[in-house]
């Protein structure tokens, strides 16, 4: 049985939280979480840079085989939208170079995957996290849980026999991915 391991990270202007988990058939281990630490950058292209250098740096680490990202959320402000826009676009480009595929879920669908409810806080996610991953202690910074949820939501997305892909059909999808179900 093959390992998969899985990047996920939600991106941020201040903060920029990630997880990372190892798959194997259908379960998902915690391997590490944390989060990029970007206020005490004095310009915003200082940011950048760093953004880029540290998911380089987990891209060559971890060697994931996915990186999923959370989508950024429509909001009135349009400055913090441009901002948050480029942090994910200098995320997904230091994946990118590293031919991992990468993939983006809506806040929601995060949510969703890990707690069953959109509307579920910062720390009902972090609480059922620790449930699923069975992680000792959490950490006091939520953005780290945040970038965690992602990755296990592409999991689970993967897992799910109601995906579809562009690639495939849904049951021809499901049978590819999943050949020891099919009888």
Not at 11 to 16: A, E, S
Not at 82 to 87: D, M, Q
Not at 125 to 147: Q, R
Request: charged share 25%; hydrophobic share 40%.
């Amino acid at each position: 049985m093959s390992e998969r391991v899985i990047l996920g990270i939600d991106p941020g202007t201040n903060k920029m939280g990630y997880g990372v988990i190892s798959v194997k058939g259908r379960t998902a281990s915690f391997v590490t979480m944390g989060y990029i630490d970007l206020a005490k950058f004095k310009t915003p292209y200082l940011k950048l840079g760093h953004i880029y250098e540290r998911v380089s740096s987990l891209m060559n680490r971890y060697k994931p085989d996915a990186v999923a990202l959370e989508a950024p959320f429509f909001g009135e402000n349009v400055q913090s939208m441009l901002k948050l826009g480029r942090a994910q676009g200098v995320a997904i480009a230091a994946a990118s170079v590293s031919c991992a595929e990468i993939f983006e879920y809506a806040p929601t669908k995060v949510k969703i995957a890990v707690t069953g409810t959109g509307s579920a806080t910062k720390e009902q996610v972090a609480d059922m996290l620790k449930h699923i991953l069975n992680i000792k202690e959490l950490p006091k910074n939520l953005d780290s849980t945040d970038g965690l949820a992602v990755a296990l939501c592409h999991h689970l997305w993967e897992c799910s026999p109601l995906k579809t892909s562009h690639k495939k059909g849904g049951w021809e999808e499901f049978i590819s991915r999943n050949p020891d179900r099919v009888k």
